[in-house]
């Protein structure tokens, strides 16, 4: 057999291809461009406050702004420190997404195989999700209590739907082909769910959870701005009630770290969940 | 001996009409032997496939395997698709042995068993990559040896090398053929190459479409040649394969070949 020829004819001709292609501007990376905006932007910024071109009431300075960071991360604001704030946050996030994890990925799954679960729940799914979250928080609030519940419940449903419609959608991309292979192979109906279907879907219930901790967040600190006694929400408005400027500038850049941070982890776990995404 | 027997295949267009994928179809795949399939896209020959290998219920008519009436997929008959459908999350070792692991051999046990088809197919290097690392012709000899590792009775194989540049198309057949050589192992192949169907085909039924049914067949022995000398060139200057391909040539294109139904 000279099946050897095969590697000598197929492989180096491939990588040749690939490292003699140019990439797109599409694909090149823009790091540096980014970096020079940002630049730009913090410039901006510094020179607009430094020369009181805007009232320093309404727009602190960049050093106002870190004083006032050390000042509330040592020291605290509003009945806690920052770490208290931004934990009690946290908490709510996690215990919200814990449950809609938990929940959202098994019937979002049953959803995408069985013709009476898809009847059944998209129902009651699609008659809430179509509503902003703070629209029903007063609901909740009266049914529940202003304690946590109400606001886990309210976040609970709002990272719940993404995260079942794209388990759902995620069982729906898979190949057919891949089924009939794995069938002809002689697996069983469990073995063609946990070593096809559950890892098919996999990419698509990562995308979804993305999702999830973006609308999440959202209608976290929207809720803490409306009934809470902790969390950033809360301690966004509680300054901002006392014109507080810089302490609500504090707020926000916390705020722009921890979703920034969500995207890097959930980036990572893709790498190291769904390294083939997208291959084949 | 896999028995077709009366095989048809009816199901409704989009237009309210009724498509006649496979139109009483009968045919024998006997032991060590390939059986080649021929004829252009939509002529039925992926539908019987599909039927052999469960994937499609007939409408009409039998398919059965050493006795057993065919009802659904099952690990006796082993696929290879055009479209390789590897996991892409597994590497290439625990593809080739996925079979395996769904009839619960112990891991050490099939890893052994893979490891034999992956020097059978000259790929025992590549068994710890991922299959997106892999050139198609590889995928493709991944997707062979996956189909083998259950030792099933009968290969079938939807045009696997169709997707296949013709270099690496011709590396894959020489493949093939020395593989059914040392195996002996009943193949029913599908192509739309008269020359794939001649060089690897004991039997070649040449298919019709709309009705899809056989309309001739015809015998060749070139494959055993084929697997011995591995060399493709004297072969395609053999007198009788220039015979045979143009009667089939003729046969494909000629506007009549309805009328050809008993043909033999």
């Known amino acids: 057999m000279t099946i050897a020829a095969d590697h000598r004819t197929d492989i180096p001709a491939e990588a040749a291809k690939n490292s003699r292609r140019r990439l797109p501007a599409t694909e090149r990376g823009t790091l540096g461009i980014s970096v020079a905006t940002f630049s730009v932007l913090a410039a901006l910024w510094l020179v607009a406050t430094k020369y009181h071109w805007v009232s320093s009431l309404f727009f602190p300075s960049p050093d106002e702004v870190v004083r006032q960071f050390v000042d509330v991360a040592t020291f605290g604001y509003a009945d806690g420190s920052l770490l208290d704030h931004v934990l009690s946050s946290l908490g709510r996030l996690f215990a919200a997404l814990l449950i809609g994890v938990g929940l959202g990925i098994p019937v979002g799954l049953a959803m995408g195989i069985n013709r009476w679960a898809r009847g059944v729940f998209s129902v009651p799914i699609d008659l809430y999700w179509g509503l902003p979250p703070l629209a029903y928080l007063p609901l909740l609030i009266i049914w529940l209590g202003i304690g946590e519940t109400s606001k886990i419940v309210l976040l609970t449903l709002s990272t719940f739907a993404p995260i079942c419609f794209s388990a759902q959608a995620g069982v729906r991309s898979v190949p057919p082909e891949r089924v009939n292979a794995a069938l002809s192979l002689g697996a069983n109906r469990a073995q063609i769910f946990t070593s096809i279907i559950l890892p098919s879907a996999l990419p698509e219930i990562l995308t979804g959870l993305r999702i999830a901790i973006g609308a999440g967040l959202s209608t976290l600190v929207a809720a803490e701005l409306i009934a809470a006694r902790s969390g950033i929400g809360y301690m966004i408005m509680s300054a901002a009630n006392f014109l507080a400027i810089d302490v609500v500038f504090v707020g926000l850049i916390v705020i722009a770290v921890l979703a920034f941070t969500f995207a890097f982890l959930m980036r990572l776990l893709e790498r190291r969940l769904v390294p083939w995404k997208g291959k084949l | ?264």
């Open chain 2, 1 to 264: 001996m896999l028995q077709i027997r009366n095989a048809s295949v009816r199901f409704p267009a989009a237009d309210g009409s009724t498509v006649h994928a496979l139109d009483h179809v009968s045919l024998d795949i006997p032991p060590s032997s390939i059986v080649v399939a021929l004829g252009a896209s939509g002529c039925g020959k992926s539908t019987l496939l599909n039927s052999i290998a469960g994937f499609l219920p007939l409408t009409e008519g039998s398919i059965t395997l050493d006795g057993v009436e065919i009802k659904q997929p099952g690990g006796d008959r082993g696929v290879v698709f055009q479209k390789d459908t590897l996991l892409p999350w597994a590497n290439v070792i625990d593809n080739v042995a996925l079979g395996l692991k769904y009839q619960g051999v112990p891991k050490s046990e099939r890893y052994e068993s893979a490891r034999k088809l992956l020097r059978l197919v000259d790929l025992t290097e590549f068994a710890d990559k991922p299959p997106y690392e892999l050139s198609g012709g590889m995928r493709q000899r991944v997707g062979i040896a996956r189909a083998l590792a259950t030792d099933p009775k009968i290969l079938l194989m939807d045009e696997p090398f169709g997707a296949l540049d013709s270099l690496t198309r011709e590396t894959m057949q020489q493949l093939l053929a020395s593989l059914w050589a040392r195996t002996e192992k009943q193949i029913f192949f599908i192509t739309h190459s008269i020359e794939e169907a001649l060089i690897l085909g004991t039997e070649i039924v040449v298919m019709s479409p709309r009705p899809g049914r056989i309309i001739a067949r015809y015998s060749a022995d070139f494959v055993r040649q084929f697997a011995e000398t591995g060399d493709i060139g004297p072969i395609m200057s053999d007198p009788r394969f220039i015979e045979l391909r143009e009667a089939i040539r003729d046969l494909i294109h000629r506007p009549d070949t309805r009328g050809f139904g008993g043909l033999q």
